[in-house]
C-alpha cells in the first residue's frame, strides 16, 4: 500500500486526507476500492467524468481541475502527473530494473528475459503493450512490493521519448535489441534512430549495464560516456548465434518462436539473465518453453496450411528477417502475404522494392501483396508470382482459391494492414 499523502508530497499539491491505494489505473471501469485514478483526457472520452463513479467505489482521483469532493489531487497536468507517480514508485523500487527497447523484438525480448529471470527471481514485467508514457508509470506504480527483478518494455517512435521514460524508469540494465528503420520517417536516418534509441543508456543507472548490437558505434560510445559496463550482441560480439547455437555457452537453442532473428534476441537475453544471476542453461531452458503470442512468430496447422502468424506489424529488417527464416525451416511450396510498411517516409518505395527482390531471390512460390505501397514498388516487377489485394479479406479470398494445399504461408504487415484478422479466419475456418 501506498501513501497518497506522500504522493500528494511529490506532485507539489495539497494533500487529503491520508489514504492509501495498493494499484493504479488510467480506467475507471477497473477502479475499485483502493485504486488511484488518474482521470486523464483522451480522444474519445475524459476521465474527470467518471471521478464521481471512481470515489463512490472507493477509490482515489488525481485531476487536473477542481469541483469534486473527496480524496482528490489536484494537478496541472494529469498526464505529467502520472509520469511523475511513477519516479516516485521508482524511488521505492531496490531491486534490479531492467530497460527493454529497439527497433523490433521488443515485446519477444521482454517475455523471453521474465522468463529466465523467473528461475531464480519473483519477476515482474510490462503488461501488454503498456510501453509508452502511460503505461510505463502505471507498471512502475502497480509492481508488487515483494518483487526482485522489474523488465520494462520501452517503446519511442519520436526523439526525447525514451529520456523520458528513462528518467522515470532508471533501468540498471538497458537491452537494446537492434537499429532498424522503423518509423524512419520521423527521424530521417537510420542514425537519428541510434542516437534516439541511445537515450535509453544516458538514462541507464551509473555503474550499471548495456547489452547492445555490436558494431553500433553510436550506442558504444554513449555507454562508455556513462560508464556503463558493455556487452555486445550478434555477429562478433561478446555472445553471438552460430547456426542455432548461442555462444559462446555452446547452448542449443530449440524455440516455439520461429525465425533467426528471435534465436538472435535469445542470445542476448541469456547474456542479460546471466549478468543478473542466472545460469544460462537453465535461462536458454525457460525460453524454450515460451509459447509465441498472436502475430509474433506463433506457426500453426490448419487442414491446408502451415502458418507463420507474424502479423503483429512490420518494417524492413524484421519482415526480411522473417522471409529469410521461413525458406530455412519450412518446406516449399512458400506463400507470403505481406501487407505495407508504414512510417519510412522518403524510403518507403525503395523499401517496399527491397523486400520484393529478397522475397523473389528466396524463391518464394506466391507473394500476396496488401496495400497500395507494396502495388507502386510491384510495378516494374517481372515476377509473375504477385497477386493484389486492397485488405485482408481480399487477400484472404485470393489464398483459399489460389494456394495449393500443403504450402507454408507466412502473413506479416503493419498493424494498420490488419493481417491479423486473416489468421483469425485462416484458424477459425481451418482451411
Same mark, same amino acid.
Given at each position: 500500500m501506498r501513501s497518497l499523502i506522500h504522493l500528494s508530497a511529490r506532485l507539489g499539491c495539497p494533500a487529503p486526507d491520508e489514504y492509501t491505494f495498493s494499484? #493504479? +489505473?488510467i480506467d475507471s471501469r477497473e477502479a475499485g476500492p483502493s485504486s488511484l485514478f488518474f482521470a486523464l483526457q483522451g480522444r474519445s472520452a475524459d476521465g474527470h467524468d467518471f471521478v464521481a463513479d471512481v470515489l463512490g467505489a472507493g477509490g482515489a482521483a488525481v485531476v487536473s481541475r477542481d469541483g469534486f469532493i473527496g480524496a482528490i489531487l489536484e494537478v496541472d497536468s494529469v498526464e505529467e502527473a502520472l509520469m511523475e507517480a511513477g519516479a516516485w514508485a521508482r524511488d521505492g523500487i531496490k531491486h534490479p530494473v531492467i530497460g527493454i527497447t529497439g527497433s523490433s523484438g521488443k515485446t519477444t525480448t521482454r517475455k523471453m528475459l521474465a522468463a529466465a529471470l523467473s528461475t531464480r527471481f519473483r519477476t515482474w514485467q510490462t503488461k501488454g503493450n503498456l510501453n509508452n508514457h502511460l503505461g510505463l508509470p502505471l507498471t512502475l506504480l502497480n509492481t508488487p512490493a515483494d518483487v526482485e527483478m522489474l523488465v520494462l518494455e520501452m517503446g519511442m517512435n519520436h526523439t526525447g521519448e525514451l529520456l523520458r521514460l528513462g528518467w #522515470?524508469?532508471?533501468?540498471n540494465l538497458s537491452l537494446i535489441t537492434n537499429i532498424g528503420t522503423a518509423h524512419i520517417q520521423n527521424f530521417g536516418s537510420r542514425g537519428r534512430i541510434a542516437e534516439a &534509441? #541511445? *537515450?535509453? $543508456?544516458?538514462? +541507464?543507472e551509473k555503474g550499471g549495464i548495456a547489452i547492445i548490437p555490436h558494431g553500433e558505434e553510436i550506442l558504444l560510445d554513449e555507454a562508455e560516456l556513462r560508464g556503463l559496463e558493455v556487452i555486445t550482441h550478434g555477429p562478433g560480439g561478446d555472445c553471438f548465434l552460430d547456426r542455432c547455437r548461442a555462444m559462446p555457452w555452446g547452448i542449443d537453442l #530449440? @524455440? *516455439?518462436y520461429s525465425g533467426e532473428h528471435n534465436m538472435q534476441n535469445a542470445v542476448a537475453v541469456i547474456a542479460a539473465a546471466q549478468r543478473l544471476g542466472v545460469d544460462p542453461v537453465e535461462a536458454a531452458e525457460a525460453i524454450s518453453k515460451l509459447h509465441p503470442g498472436a502475430g509474433r512468430g506463433d506457426v500453426f496447422h490448419t487442414k491446408d496450411f502451415t502458418v507463420i502468424d507474424e502479423s503483429y506489424n512490420s518494417n524492413p529488417e524484421s519482415v526480411t528477417a522473417c522471409l529469410k527464416s521461413a525458406?530455412? $525451416?519450412?518446406e516449399k511450396p512458400l506463400v507470403a502475404v505481406l501487407g505495407d510498411m508504414l512510417e519510412l517516409g522518403d524510403r518507403s518505395l525503395s523499401s517496399h522494392k527491397e523486400v520484393l527482390r529478397k522475397a523473389k531471390e528466396l524463391g518464394y512460390d506466391l507473394l500476396i501483396l496488401v496495400g497500395f505501397r507494396f502495388k507502386e514498388a510491384a510495378e516494374s516487377d517481372s515476377n509473375t508470382n504477385i497477386s493484389f489485394a486492397t485488405d485482408w479479406k481480399e487477400a484472404l479470398s485470393i489464398l483459399k482459391r489460389s494456394v495449393k494445399s500443403g504450402s507454408t504461408i507466412l502473413v506479416k504487415g503493419s498493424n494498420s494492414? &490488419? $493481417?491479423?484478422? @486473416?489468421?483469425?479466419e485462416l484458424k477459425r475456418e481451418g482451411i
Open positions: 494499484n #493504479a +489505473t #522515470a524508469a532508471r533501468p &534509441k #541511445a *537515450e535509453i $543508456l544516458r538514462c +541507464t #530449440a @524455440l *516455439e525458406v530455412h $525451416l519450412h494492414m &490488419k $493481417l491479423g484478422q @486473416l489468421v483469425v
